[in-house]
């Protein structure tokens, strides 16, 4: 038997091994983009209190730290234990700390310096409680001599110094989310305001330096940030969500609002009026969201919380971060429906094609045909609930329209009726053409809805499309690279049955209703109701989609789809418990409810009845 020479196994595996290493090493500079470089790391042992620049720092969980100094970790407070900040009292900027070995240094004008222990924790004092912004947090008294210095400093009788201590319990940073500002108990901070990392851009500070007068002009020490980034554009910060440097990795928590401090001479303590009123011209918030947040207060810098832990230096580069999100699955497809006819009755499908546009089946598209009036003006069923009793079918390449005791309709998809009238008419206010389906087409609608002047027209490709509606940073805005034909405003619209089910367990036996109610393209089955509100980006079959905007919710609902008859509901209990809660979608959408989820399309594919339905948040 051949004897096996063990450097046959171990060069494969050297070699697989390295080739692994390569690839991670590549995928993950790919996910990564560099931004900047680390300018200045700034730590302040004291809230308030000026700075101390370093070369190299650690990045832990609630901030800064160096040696045994951590970031904010020192409060003044006042005799009432309210704590003091630069808001108060601007001669705070007068102390100038520094780090010597095992002890913070506190230095003012003339007076003696006052040296502190870094080692000494203090727990032989008074445990002392106090809130910062509403935050309840303790720390330990540092003792009556320290309490001295400060008081003859800064001539405040009462001053205080409190220590925090890590048996004591942490506050929480401040995140916008959702449109909402939140406490992210997973983000833990001592004293900071209100995240453990400040990150400013040096030419975001240019930038503003270059709207005033040369006597008004400030430095990054008007700001009080941690790191100080240079980049390549003034506030390309403000889209940083996650950020890698060195060995650490940070993730954004919200903007930075600013207030008087900003307008405090960190070398004098005096104060002026400037940057704020140059910073309210042009760094408010802009979209309502923010509006509704931050109101006029102006945004400069971006607070961020820790992922991973991790030593930082001076001019290490700073790199944009790209995550790739994760898609679980949160249901299936229970129907798919199209709808030919704006506000006619679908047609259910076991598959179909989703184009950008719309669904597609057998040369058909989804609201390509469309009810005009003798005015040109467009019927949805607002106006003529009847058309609930209309049925359609797809027989080869016809589509048949049949109403009970009337002669079924048969129109051949193949027919683009471009020989007849170009009919101009206007959807929601956007304008939109279309050919004349012709005489007999309109004769058979007019005589079975009972509606002289009613005529059928015809979208055509080759006619210019409406451009899909979206909420976007506050607003809703015409995404003209999302065409639609003649819906409502998006591509797509999917409803969840666990969320119908919800509705009917609020509604009386005899007003309960079923998904026709509301005319999804796509029905899912999800997990639990209203999942859908989250669903961010979807992938179903071949196809994915992306969220455009929640689906507002009028009387159309109300229209029985088997008789056309109307009532109050569901409307009456939507309002009650599927309005918008939050300030900005109640500028958007006032009182309406919502009701499943808008979508546009990203890539066209096929879809089919039991297909897995996949979505990130």
Not at 243 to 262: A, H, M, N, W, Y
Request: proline residues 4%; positive net charge.
């Amino acid at each position: 038997m051949a004897k096996i020479n063990s450097t046959q196994f171990v060069y494969p595996f050297i070699l697989v091994t390295f080739a692994a290493v390569s690839v991670f090493l590549i995928w993950r500079k790919l996910r990564m983009r560099k931004v900047g470089y680390i300018k200045k790391i700034i730590i302040y042992p004291i809230k308030s209190v000026t700075g101390i620049e370093l070369n190299s720092a650690y990045c832990s969980k609630t901030g800064l730290q160096c040696n045994e100094c951590s970031d904010r970790s020192f409060l003044l407070v006042d005799e009432n234990n309210r704590f003091i900040t630069l808001r108060k009292d601007s001669s705070l900027v007068l102390l100038k700390p520094t780090l010597h070995e095992d002890e913070l240094w506190i230095q003012c004008g003339a007076h003696k310096p006052l040296k502190i222990k870094l080692s000494d924790d203090f727990k032989q004092n008074k445990i002392i409680e106090t809130k910062v912004w509403d935050q309840p947090i303790k720390g330990y008294d540092c003792g009556d001599e320290v309490a001295s210095w400060f008081q003859e400093v800064l001539d405040r009788p009462g001053y205080r110094l409190i220590k925090y201590s890590s048996e004591f319990p942490l506050r929480s940073s401040l995140v916008e989310n959702g449109g909402k500002i939140k406490y992210a108990r997973d983000r833990p901070i001592i004293f900071q305001d209100g995240s453990p990392y400040l990150i400013i851009n040096s030419k975001s500070i240019k930038d503003l330096n270059s709207k005033l007068e040369e006597c008004d002009r400030v430095s990054y020490r008007n700001f009080r940030p941690s790191i100080l980034v240079e980049s390549e554009e003034p506030f390309s910060e403000d889209n940083w969500k996650q950020l890698r440097i060195g060995d650490t990795s940070f993730q954004i928590c919200k903007p930075c609002e600013r207030c008087k401090v900003t307008t405090i001479n960190p070398d004098t303590g005096e104060q002026s009026s400037e940057p704020l009123n140059t910073l309210r011209n042009y760094r408010a918030a802009e979209n309502k969201i923010q509006k509704a947040l931050y109101g006029t207060t102006p945004l400069f810098g971006v607070g961020f919380s820790l992922d991973t832990e991790g030593q930082i230096s001076v001019a290490v580069s700073a790199f944009l971060i790209w995550r790739k999100l994760r898609m679980r699955k949160v249901g299936f497809v229970k129907k798919i429906i199209i709808y030919p006819i704006k506000s006619v009755t679908g047609v259910e499908l076991k598959s179909a094609f989703c184009s950008k546009n719309c669904l597609e089946f057998n040369g058909c598209l989804d609201r390509s045909f469309l009810l005009v009036d003798e005015h040109n003006k467009f019927i949805t069923l607002r106006k003529e609930p009847s058309l609930v009793l209309l049925k359609l079918s797809f027989h080869e390449d016809e589509l048949w329209v049949q109403s009970e005791a009337h002669e079924t309709l048969k129109i051949k998809l193949s027919d683009d009726f471009k020989q007849n009238k170009l009919v101009e008419t206007k959807v929601w206010n956007q304008t939109i053409k279309a050919y004349d389906c012709g005489d007999e087409i309109a004769s058979w609608f007019q005589k079975v809805l009972d509606r002289p002047g009613y005529r059928l027209i015809k979208y055509s490709p080759e006619l210019p499309s409406r451009p899909t509606s979206i909420e976007k940073r506050g607003k809703i805005e015409y995404a003209r690279d999302k065409a639609i034909i003649f819906h409502d405003g998006c591509q797509y619209h999917i409803v969840n049955t666990k969320s119908v089910e919800d509705l009917n367990s609020r509604l009386e036996e005899s007003k309960r209703l079923s998904y026709r109610n509301f005319r999804p393209s796509i029905l899912v089955e999800a997990e639990e109701p209203f999942a859908e509100d989250n669903w961010m980006k979807l992938k179903i079959g071949d196809a994915s989609f992306e969220y455009c905007k929640p689906n507002e919710r009028c009387r159309v609902t109300t229209v029985n789809p088997d008789t056309g008859e109307q009532s109050s509901e569901p409307l009456e209990t939507l309002r009650k418990y599927r309005s918008a809660t939050n300030k900005v979608q109640k500028s958007l959408y006032g009182t309406s409810p919502f009701f499943g989820t808008n979508l546009s399309l990203n890539v066209e594919g096929q879809i089919s009845v039991g297909d897995g339905v996949f979505a990130n948040y």
